[in-house]
C-alpha cells in the first residue's frame, strides 16, 4: 500500500507551493444539515479519479508522455501498471484528527499491513480547506493544505496548486491537481 500510496504524486522533483484562494463548498439537499466535519468523519474515502491541470510532460528513459489523469501518472510511476488492489485503498478522516490509510477490500502484498497511520487532518478556513501533518498522497509524506471544493455524504474534491520542475525543458510549471473521492460507507 505504501508504495502507491508514497507514489501518488510524482517523486520526479514535485514541488508544492500551497493551495488557491477559498472557493467554498455548496450544500446539496443530502447534507444540508451537517457540518464538512461531520461528513468528513462519517466517510470512507477512495479515490474515484483526478486530474492534473495543465498536464504534465514528463520524459522516461527516452519516452516523452504527456499525463493529464491521476491513475494514468500513478502507472508511470510504477512501472506502467495500477492494479484493481491499488485503485480500492480508502482513507479515514477520524473525529480524532487522525488518519487512518487502509488496503481496502484487496491487498496486493498480502504481507502489507491492512490499515496504517496516515497522520492528522483539520479543517482551516471555515472548513474549506483541508490540512494533513503528512499528506498521504505525497511521496515525502510533506505536510499539505489543500483546497475543499465539493464535500457531501457522497463525493469529497480536493485540488492543490503545485510547482513541476520540468525535466525535459527546465524551469517551473504550475499545475492543478484534483482529486475526487467517493465515500464506499
Known amino acids: 500500500m505504501k508504495k502507491y500510496i508514497g507514489l501518488s504524486f510524482v517523486a520526479l522533483l514535485l514541488v508544492f507551493t500551497g493551495c488557491k484562494d477559498d472557493e467554498g463548498t ?3 439537499p443530502e447534507n444540508k444539515d451537517k457540518s464538512n466535519f461531520e461528513m468528513a468523519t462519517e466517510g470512507t474515502w477512495r479515490v474515484e479519479s483526478g486530474t492534473i491541470d ?7 528513459q527516452g519516452n516523452v508522455i504527456t499525463v493529464d489523469e491521476y491513475w494514468d501518472l500513478l502507472a508511470y510511476q510504477g512501472g506502467g501498471v495500477v492494479q484493481d488492489c ?9 473525529a480524532d484528527s487522525t488518519v487512518l490509510l487502509d488496503e481496502g477490500p484487496t491487498k496486493c502484498d498480502p504481507n502489507d499491513p491492512q490499515s496504517e497511520d496516515g497522520g492528522t487532518w483539520t479543517f482551516l478556513d471555515n472548513e474549506s480547506k483541508i490540512k494533513f501533518s503528512s499528506f498521504p498522497f505525497d511521496p515525502q509524506g510533506s505536510p499539505q493544505t489543500l483546497d475543499v471544493t465539493t464535500l457531501s455524504s457522497t463525493n469529497m474534491n480536493i485540488e492543490m496548486t503545485y510547482e513541476f520542475e520540468d525535466p525535459i525543458k527546465g524551469g517551473k510549471t504550475n499545475h492543478i491537481i484534483k482529486l475526487n473521492y467517493v465515500n464506499t460507507k
Open 26 to 28: 455548496t450544500p446539496t
Open 54 to 60: 495543465p498536464a504534465i510532460t514528463i520524459d522516461i
Open 86 to 94: 491499488d485503485k480500492d485503498n480508502v482513507m479515514h478522516l477520524n
